[in-house]
């Protein structure tokens, strides 16, 4: 089994229906289906902008890496 690392750089995103996403943009280490197909976490309706950025910062600061197997 192959497993695959990567380090991701996590951006908030504006889907255009007043939620916002949070997805990987730029990252380090191998290409995943989290940065190869931009992978969006979707947030609920009436998030505001200062949570998503809170999630986002939370999210670098708790996540170490993404693998993925195959």
Known sequence: MA???TIPHFKVGDPG???FSIY???YQGDE???TSNRLS???KT???????EE???LMHTLIESV???S
């Not at 009436?46 to 998503?52: C, F, I, R, S, V």
Request: charged share 35%; net charge neutral; glycine share 4%.
């Open 3 to 5: 497993v695959k690392r």
């Open 17 to 19: 229906d007043d939620r």
């Open 24 to 26: 990987a943009d730029d």
């Open 32 to 34: 995943t289906a989290l």
């Open 41 to 43: 976490f979707v947030l």
């Open 46 to 52: 009436g998030t505001t902008l200062a949570q998503a």
């Open 55 to 57: 999630l986002k910062r």
């Open 67 to 69: 693998t993925e197997q």
